[in-house]
């Protein structure tokens, strides 16, 4: 298991990766296609006259399409991997290259 800290790159490589065009359009092409799937998934509940919020998150909507059985649990572990991922890059990638959490 590795240790707060242990991750090789640190911030000088966190640097090198937010200069590089391709990973920064990667990540942005990332967030764009979960940014959608969280819409369509809006659009599908409202279209089973399931009300969902317009801000409803990807956990919230998963919960909702489990509730009302229209996710099997190969599609429930599908999302909430997803989920799981984005939800890493999104709010914990720097905290890895500023070594204050854990790789994973």
Known sequence: ???VGSFSGGM???L???ADTDLCVALARMLLAASRLESDLRTY???NQISVRADATLGTLA???RAAKLLSNNGAMVVDTHR????YLTHRLYDLFAARIDEN
Not at 84 to 87: D, G, Y
Request: charged fraction near 30%; charge should be positive; aromatic fraction near 6%.
């Open 12 to 14: 000088d490589n966190y």
């Open 63 to 65: 919960k909702r399409l």
């Open 16 to 18: 090198d990766l937010a």
């Open 45 to 47: 509940l409202l279209l």
């Open 84 to 87: 799981r991922q984005r939800n």
């Open 1 to 3: 298991m590795s240790t």
